[in-house]
């Protein structure tokens, strides 16, 4: 068996990964921009389509609840089928597909089961785009940030432009044609990305690897914590739109908050190339500094009186949600072996969005409809201190301890 593997080789990363290297770069510029206008103009669809707050928070609630299942269910698959790319098109075409039905029902009830299939195939996307980035560098001397860099341009650029087209047709139709456009965009990308498989040597799936990675106490407090942080994240991810709205902005100035965001995205990932250090004492670090400007963020969210300053504290988010967003990556992958790097990856996205998401919705929702917006970030701010503290006190503790990273290595499970 190993001479008909030795006459037969499985493509992998590096026979594929100089190929793959513009269009990996396209993919993620036009995924990223596909669902920046989603999650921006979504909710102010819905807004125009006569919801209220509370229910708009409940609808986009769907999403994170759905990922609880679709994460785990897409990663297992991924890692069983060793082909990443394949499952992206065969989620991408789901995702495309049921867009339709989603701006195309008009019931409440069948817009409702039109959003949970929606959200099966587009929820999980972003965490199995960042296990097939992880394949198609390994072995290339190439580092991750280099290419998701591309997918903050692609959410900053697009929503800028989106803002002004939507701003200029309103938000039917002119978000539904560009979010099918940019959508079909990513979909034909990944057609013509070479194909991508795991080495033999490391893509069988040893049973239960995966219940010795969940049960790690370091991993699953990161992961806990983690929960605290992006839960107000989430809030303004979906009230932030609406939040400018009420304040008298328009849609075009919501573009332009939504670019705000994310234009030097792409500066900090290269600084965390240049900068980053895979020690555990560091990222601890990095994870309480980041909780200490998520928290500053909510609190000058806060206070705002005019929409216009929103802008400029959204600038915040490229350093925030960058730091964040790369010191997991990177965590997770050190203490998930190469055959449970897609499940691994979900299991974060998970924390990230899907936990907190279905309460940043439904708890954010009643919040702005209750109390208002500046409740709602307050809230935010008490959040991100206590996991700042969180992270403060788990990095002494091991500090104190002189524990390290238990990396879980392939065939040691």
Known sequence: ?????????????????????????????????????????????????????????????????????????????????????????????????????????????????????????????????????????????????????????????????????????????????????????TLLCAVILPSLRRPAATSTVAPGGFRKVLTNPTFAAFLLLGVLVSIPNAMNGTFMTLYITDLGGSREMVGWAVFSASALEAVFFL??????????????????????????????????????????????????????????THMTSMFVPDSYRGTGQALFTLSWSGISGVAAGIIGGWMFDNFGAPMMYQSGTVLSVIGAAGFAAMGYTLYRSGRQVPVAAPGKQ
């Open 1 to 185: 068996m190993l001479e008909r593997q030795k006459n037969n080789p499985q493509p992998t990363s590096s026979h594929t990964n100089h190929a793959a290297f513009l269009p990996l770069k396209a993919f993620n510029f036009f995924l990223y921009g596909a669902i920046a206008v989603f999650a921006s103009f979504f909710p102010l669809y819905l807004q125009d389509a006569g919801m209220s707050k509370l229910e708009i928070g409940t609808l986009m609630a769907i999403g994170p609840f759905v990922s609880l299942i679709a994460n785990p269910f897409w990663g297992y698959l991924g890692d069983r089928m060793e082909n990443t790319r394949r499952m992206l098109i065969l989620m991408l075409a789901g995702t495309l597909v049921l867009a339709q039905f989603v701006f195309h029902v008009h019931s409440y009830a069948m817009i409702y089961l039109a959003m949970i299939a929606f959200f099966f195939f587009q929820s999980p996307m972003f965490a199995q785009s960042n296990t097939m980035i992880l394949g198609y560098i390994d072995g290339s001397g190439r580092k991750f940030g280099g290419f998701r860099l591309w997918g903050s341009l692609g959410w900053a650029l697009t929503a800028a432009a989106a803002g002004f087209v939507i701003d200029r047709t309103g938000t039917s139709p002119g978000m539904p044609w560009l979010f099918t456009g940019l959508l079909s965009m």
């Open 271 to 328: 600084i965390f190339d240049r900068f980053f250090r895979r020690r555990l004492g560091f990222m601890m670090i990095c994870l309480t500094a980041v909780s200490v400007l998520f928290a500053l963020r909510w609190y000058l969210m806060s206070v705002v009186s005019d929409p216009m300053s929103i802008i400029y504290i959204q600038m915040l988010h490229s350093v925030t949600y960058a730091g964040y967003f790369y010191v997991g």
